[in-house]
């Protein structure tokens, strides 16, 4: 295999949900990069045989909390872009978890950025360094000035928030050599698409309730989704500009958008599982909204009550249900206006790729066990 010179990036996380997208984005479509070094803790092998004659895809198992892991894998590189996080809004990782994955992490990255000489760092940040708030205030179409009442209390937020203030503030700084470094930071919002895991739960979810989903959030409460194809394409443009113009992206934030339909997190959802026959019950809540308030209340005190015994962790606690009731959506065109994006898929074409992803579930699913469900596969 002839590797050619072009240049080496560092995808943090490349083997998670959007790291994995990203990593076959930069090979479709990044022709100045010869090497792509997938830095995770977990490797996906899989990943290797995407190598081709002009790319080779260097799989790199490492820890981001431990500077010489990164430091390692980020030398002779020229950029990085750290999608490595642990997502936990549940309580199945300690708070202390999080925050030396996601913040000593983020550290270490910048630290290794300065001592390796690399000079550009592109952050996988999250909508939720804005909100939505424990108050329930509603994100309406906002943008990146957009007012808001931030408060932080979650550790995963939190850890989002503390992270992104880091890289914002190393935009500028001077790295080994004397050159400066630039960073940026991507917010996307919800994200969706082929291999999204909260996805297959909500569809397991489903099979279990005879394909019947239970509306449990108002249909007007619109929820920010993001398309996982345009968050990839989105991370390839700033890293391709943050070289060309680093004055222009260099300390910025940018929300990430496409073009999916503004809907409530449930409604949403049924764009893809109603392919499968699914139904939404309820043209409004089922359950009056303080019903399930103290359905999470309960699964909150459930989850302290057997900490030590074993991890009791719902979908549904009083954070989730904060954030699936409290409208937070984004209307802005900041990232089109400094690096010219605009979203890689359109709509229609992100809706028949996460169909035929969720369709594929119920093939798989079948496979294994002939689930004793026979004449509910009733795929359109
Ligand atoms: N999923 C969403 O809806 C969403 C929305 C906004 C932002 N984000 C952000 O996007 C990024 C990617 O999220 P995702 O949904 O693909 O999550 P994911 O869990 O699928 O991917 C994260 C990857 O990071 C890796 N990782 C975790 N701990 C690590 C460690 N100590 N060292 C090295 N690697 C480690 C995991 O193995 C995993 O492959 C994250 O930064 C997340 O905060 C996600
Ligand atoms: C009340 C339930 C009835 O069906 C629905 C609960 C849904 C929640 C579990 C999810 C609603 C919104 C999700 C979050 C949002 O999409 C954005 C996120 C940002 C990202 O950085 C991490 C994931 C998440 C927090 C995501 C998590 C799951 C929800 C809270």
Request: hydrophobic share 35%; with cysteine; charged share 20%.
């Amino acid at each position: 295999m002839t590797v050619g010179s072009g240049q080496v990036y560092v995808v943090t996380g490349g083997c998670g949900f959007l790291g994995s997208h990203l990593v076959r984005m930069l090979l479709e479509h990044e022709k100045n990069i010869s090497e792509i070094r997938v830095f995770d803790l977990h490797l996906d092998e899989s990943l290797r045989t995407l190598s081709n004659d002009r790319v080779k895809v260097r799989l790199i198992s490492g820890d981001i909390s431990r500077l010489e892991d990164v430091r390692e894998a980020l030398r002779g590189s020229h950029l990085v872009i750290h999608t490595a996080s642990l997502v936990d809004v549940w309580g199945r990782v300690p708070a202390s978890k999080i925050t030396e994955v996601n913040v000593t992490g983020t550290m270490n990255v910048l630290q290794a950025c300065k001592e390796e000489e690399v000079q550009y760092l592109v952050y996988t940040s999250s909508m939720e360094v804005v909100g939505p708030n424990i108050h329930g205030d509603h994100f309406y179409r906002g943008n990146e000035d957009t007012e808001y009442r931030i408060y932080h209390k979650e550790p995963y937020p939190l850890s989002k928030a503390k992270a992104e203030k880091l890289v914002l503030e190393a935009n500028g700084a001077k790295i080994k050599g004397g050159k400066l470094l630039y960073t940026c930071s991507l917010r996307p919002t919800g994200i969706y698409g082929e291999g999204h895991e909260l996805m297959k739960q909500f569809h397991r979810q489903g099979l279990r309730t005879g394909r019947c989903v239970f509306r449990a959030i108002p249909p007007a409460i619109e929820h920010g989704r993001v398309y996982v194809g345009n968050v990839a394409w989105m991370h390839l443009l700033a890293a391709r500009q943050l070289q060309i113009h680093p004055s222009t992206l260099g300390g910025q934030v940018y929300f990430c958008y496409d073009s999916s339909p503004y809907k409530s997190y449930e409604d949403f959802n049924m764009e893809f599982l109603s392919a499968c026959g699914f139904k939404i019950i309820g043209s409004r809540p089922l359950v009056p909204y303080f019903l399930l308030y103290l359905l999470a209340l309960l699964n909150a005190l459930m989850q302290w009550v057997l900490h030590g015994f074993f991890t009791y962790a719902p979908i549904l606690n009083p954070y989730t249900l904060a954030v699936a009731s409290t409208t937070f959506t984004v209307q802005t065109d900041k990232a089109e206006k400094h690096f010219g994006y605009q979203p890689l898929y359109a709509w229609e074409e992100a809706k028949k790729r996460t169909i035929t992803w969720v369709k594929s579930l119920e093939v798989s699913r079948k496979d294994l066990k002939d689930v004793g469900e026979k004449g509910n596969y009733c795929c359109n």
